[in-house]
């Protein structure tokens, strides 16, 4: 979306409604994403943490205990992306790296109080989130989308394999 500042909802929006209507699923479900991610953002700034430790917490709070190299690969991002982000976080107190006694190479993430607490902070906020996403959209409609969506991720799945 060349030309348009970054942010502003409503001219994504209008891009997609007026200048390119037919363009490419891949673009509209980025575009998509990014909305929803300009939404949380701020609400997840408030706590002092950036956007792009979210999906760190998410898979931590998912499966506490982690190689740094499954963070990377479950966050979808690099290892130094993982490495930079788990510095941060240490940093602030929400997670610890450590050796397992059976592996001295690897380091291992682990969620302090501090940072397993914060689940019942955050979490609220994205559904607000995507409450607020969906708000008028009948759930039928969010269950094919739901289906479709999964559909789209499985089939390249399969054709990556």
Same mark, same amino acid.
């Given at each position: ?61 998912? /499966? ?7 963070? =990377?690969? #479950? $966050? ?7 490495? &930079? ?19 001295? /190479? ?7 109080? =501090?940072? #397993? $607490? ?7 906020? &994205? ?35």
């Amino acid at each position: 979306m060349a030309g348009l500042p970054a942010g502003d909802p409503r001219l994504i929006l209008q891009h997609w409604r007026d200048a390119v209507p037919n363009d490419r699923l891949a673009h509209l479900i980025r575009d998509a994403g990014r909305s929803l991610g300009q939404g949380l953002t701020p609400l997840l700034a408030a706590h002092d943490i950036p956007f792009g430790h979210w999906s760190f917490l998410r898979v931590l709070w998912d /499966r506490d205990g982690l190689t740094q190299k499954e963070l =990377s690969d #479950a $966050a979808g991002v690099t290892e130094p992306t993982t490495f &930079a982000a788990v510095k941060a976080l240490m940093a602030k107190g929400y997670v610890t790296r450590q050796h397992n006694s059976g592996n001295k /190479r690897k380091f291992y993430v682990y969620l302090t109080p =501090s940072g #397993a $607490a914060l689940h019942d902070v955050l979490v609220p906020l &994205a559904e607000d989130v995507n409450h607020l996403a969906v708000t008028g959209i009948p759930p039928d409609n969010i269950r094919i989308m739901r289906e479709t969506l999964l559909a789209i991720i499985e089939n390249l799945a399969d054709d990556a394999s």
